[in-house]
């Protein structure tokens, strides 16, 4: 079975589409003793954060290994989730705690993902102006940039009221019970926009994880079609860690269990597998979280033991 | 026809190539020679644009390879490098099908398998059609990306010693496919190569290099010479006249 399955992703994909399908049902009706009309809306939103969530760092993580070329990077080695913490603990540090639960969400979140792009376009403008081995330069800056702006983040939040240490610390963990509403449809209307993007590049995406030297030959502006997919990756990543914090490993682990399940090289169809897998392991661990722990955890939690499972599982695969 | 005019490349303070101006003409195979540094490797990936150059211009069929469309281009010559090495899981047949990429955008039609069938046979790899690249061995793996730039059907072809990692009986069938490209398609080859022997064999041109600089040019009678071949390599080297042809002793 598992034979058969490995000559056809396509099958692969429709057994994700119909798990995906079967955790978004469960999580919906198990437990739900209570008026409908109450129960579908406030879990429905819950599990809308989630899809987008779980697409967004998928989509994201298997972009960024395809211009990087390399299936072990991930956008956080640039520097994104500690710049997050570092723009959060900087609002609070300087206007207080107030600013983080009074501004507008949607401002705070603009703000956020044009910070982010701001972020982005100036590291590689400044690298690929090099021109050879710009990824590579530009991912040891990014270690540089995340070291420099998690030290700095970790001297403003010793520095600040233990008061306001504690809102603080409450967003640095993921958790989608306090998705915020409004944020979900300027969220939603993102990653649509990316999606219909990457779409009408699906075929420049299986070029460019040939290399830089291989797609230059093969006609793709290489400099140009980077540049634009790490504005894809920034909205992305900007969506999820915006909705409910860093959870980058997550991103490692459903885009190499996509590689492994679609032993293909067409984007078509490992991006999609990818997006499903996050969305199966998201749901799937906010229902364990809810069901089984009576919400006693953090589902960052959840992810890293069920991921530890999955990379042993990944290991043993490879070594046989 | 590609011409190199007062091209400089530089790497820091190092100049790589020196004010180099060359004009190869189209048609025929051209071996590229020169000691280790000559910068060899680098004007073949300037003139198939994967290096920036500070100074100086070169044309293929008169499109400035720094200012033409990279799609443009890609349809005029196809350029392959030393090391290719590919992250994701490719059957050789998927790899030889990109070849295909600037004419059909990733939605091949039956031309585009047919080229691709084609390459992959020039290439003695119809067996190997279905593996995947990390199931081959290192020669195999270098025949199927020479069969991916030939499927790119291009009037130029730029290859980056494509003799290595191939054993005997596969060195000598490249550079005789390298030959009937050049014959029978008409397509412009250019090729760095490592041994000598091969160049006088195979090549109807021979560009010698050092520090940069073009020392000698012409066909392989007038380089693989005692006193040419000293020049250029900087030591004394034999060469003996077998079947017609200039054989180089650089063993002892």
């Known amino acids: 079975m598992v034979r058969a399955l490995d000559d056809n992703p396509a099958a692969v994909l429709v057994i994700l589409a119909i798990g995906a399908a079967a955790s978004i049902t469960a999580f919906m009706t198990i437990g739900a003793n209570g008026q409908w009309g109450f129960v579908l809306p406030f879990r429905g939103t819950k599990v809308v954060a989630m899809v987008l969530v779980g697409f967004a760092i998928a989509v994201s993580t298997v972009l960024f290994q395809t211009i990087t070329q390399n299936r072990i990077l991930t956008p956080s080695i640039m520097g994104f989730d500690a710049l997050y913490l570092l723009v959060q603990t900087s609002v609070v540090f300087f206007i207080g705690s107030s600013a983080l639960v009074d501004v507008d969400p949607r401002f705070r979140f603009a703000a956020e993902v044009a910070i982010m792009l701001v972020f982005a376009l100036l590291l590689y403008r400044f690298l690929f102006s090099g021109g050879l081995r710009g990824l590579h330069l530009l991912v040891l800056v990014g270690v540089v940039f995340g070291v420099l702006f998690r030290s700095l983040g970790n001297l403003m939040q010793r520095l600040i009221d233990p008061n306001e240490f504690a809102i603080l610390q409450d967003r640095f963990f993921a958790s989608f019970n306090r998705v915020d509403n409004d944020l979900l449809a300027i969220s939603a209307i993102l990653v649509l926009g990316v999606t219909a993007i990457g779409w009408r590049w699906r075929h420049r995406f299986d070029v460019l994880a040939l290399g830089r030297e291989v797609s230059i030959s093969l006609g793709v502006d290489h400099q140009r079609a980077v540049t634009g997919v790490l504005i894809l990756v920034t909205i992305l990543v900007s969506v999820s860690t915006a909705l409910v914090g860093p959870v980058t490993f997550f991103g490692l682990l459903v885009a190499n269990l996509a590689y492994l399940m679609i032993p293909s090289h067409r984007h078509m169809l490992i991006l999609p597998a990818a997006a499903l897998l996050a969305v199966i392991a998201l749901i799937g661990g906010q229902l364990v979280l809810e069901r089984v722990f009576g919400l006693d955890t953090a589902l960052s939690i959840i992810i890293e033991f069920i991921g530890g499972i999955l990379f042993i599982v990944l290991l043993l695969r490879g070594a046989r | ?252």
């Open chain 2, 1 to 252: 026809m590609i011409i190199i005019d007062e091209v400089i490349k530089r790497y820091g303070a190092d100049t790589i190539i020196d004010g180099l101006s060359l004009t190869l003409p189209a048609g025929g195979v051209t071996a590229l020679i020169g000691p280790n540094g000559a910068g060899k490797s680098t004007l073949l990936s300037m003139i198939g644009r994967l290096l920036p150059f500070e100074a100086g211009t070169i044309t293929v069929d008169g499109l400035d390879v720094t200012k033409a469309p990279g799609d443009r281009l890609a349809k005029c010559l196809a350029v392959l490098r030393q090391e290719n090495h590919i992250v994701a899981r490719l059957t050789v047949r998927e790899l030889v099908g990109y070849g295909r990429y600037p004419h059909c955008k990733g939605r091949p039609t039956a031309e585009d398998r047919d080229h691709v069938d084609r390459a992959l046979s020039y290439l003695d790899l119809t067996g190997l059609a279905d593996r995947f690249l990390d199931q081959l061995s290192g020669g195999q793996r270098q025949r199927a990306f020479v069969a991916m730039v030939l499927a790119q059907d291009t009037d130029y072809l730029l290859l980056d010693e494509p003799l290595n990692n191939l054993d005997i009986k596969h060195a000598a069938s490249m550079m005789g496919l390298l030959r009937r490209c050049a014959d029978d398609l008409g397509r412009t080859v250019i090729v760095v190569l490592h041994d000598i022997n091969f160049a006088s064999w195979h090549a109807d041109r021979i560009v010698a290099l050092r520090d940069g600089r073009l020392v000698h040019q012409g066909p392989p009678e007038a380089l693989i010479r005692p006193d040419t071949l000293a020049e250029i390599y900087d030591t004394p080297i034999e060469v003996r006249q077998i079947d017609g042809r200039q054989i180089a002793l650089h063993y002892a």
